[in-house]
């Protein structure tokens, strides 16, 4: 069956630009997270929906990091003001119950 | 804070042998925990979870094992494959939230 997919694959931009990420989660899946991996790193938790319930944004790095999940699905991961620092893999993933199943990423470079 | 770590960032194994990766978690109240697989360029692949109330589970050619007492994690695969060559990572999830916990990863190089 269809997994998660996350577009684009790749994002160039360049310092200052908004940017934003989209994912589509396995269909029936009630949670969607967001995760971001630097080089040669483990994945670090940015935010987590569950259901109808608030978001957990407790891994939001700064407020230029916002996400929306819009009738319980699709979801964007917004960027503002980008830094190079900015510059990661941003990972979807999405759970029925335990088990967070992740999409291909998206390859955000900011030059 | 919490943390997840592995024992190794490289591990190298000759095609044939078990292959045997390890994690160690600081935080006494993670309830799950799981093993990804991560190939270059591609987003972490599930391989095999367990709850905090087991300490053995088996799947095909993967066993975890968890040892709460001592707070370790470990991944063991038989017959070790070259297409079993790549990034592994465990991670925990805190009792009280969805989030999970990754450590930084095991590098399995598969000799053929």
């Known amino acids: 069956g269809a997994g998660v997919s996350q577009s684009p694959s790749n994002k160039v931009t360049e310092k200052g630009k908004d940017v934003e990420l989209r994912c589509d989660p396995i269909?029936?899946?009630?949670?969607l997270y967001w995760y971001r991996q630097s080089l040669g790193q483990g994945l670090e938790f940015l935010i987590y929906f569950q259901g109808n319930s608030a978001p957990d944004k407790s891994g939001l790095p700064s407020d230029r990091f916002s996400a929306e999940r819009t009738g319980g699905s699709v979801s964007t991961l917004t960027i503002q003001r980008t830094q190079q620092e900015d510059s990661a893999v941003y990972l979807c993933?999405?759970?029925?119950?335990?088990?967070?199943?992740f999409g291909p990423g998206t390859r955000l470079t900011v030059l | 804070g919490e943390s997840v770590g592995l024992h190794l960032p490289t591990l190298s194994v000759q095609e044939g042998d078990n292959s045997i990766i390890n994690c160690a978690y600081s935080n006494s109240a993670s309830d799950y925990f799981i093993w990804y697989k991560q190939e270059s360029g591609k987003g972490p692949q599930f391989i095999i979870d367990?709850?905090?109330?087991?300490d053995k589970r088996q799947g095909q050619r993967v066993t975890v094992l968890l040892n709460k007492t001592v707070k370790h994690l470990s991944l063991q695969i038989a017959a070790t494959q070259p297409g079993d060559s790549a990034v592994y990572f465990c991670a925990t999830r805190p009792g009280n939230t969805g989030k999970l916990i990754f450590g930084q990863g095991t590098t399995l190089q598969v000799k053929p």
């Open positions: 269909s029936g899946h009630t949670a």
């Open positions: 993933a999405s759970s029925r119950e335990d088990t967070q199943y």
């Open positions: 367990i709850r905090s109330n087991m």
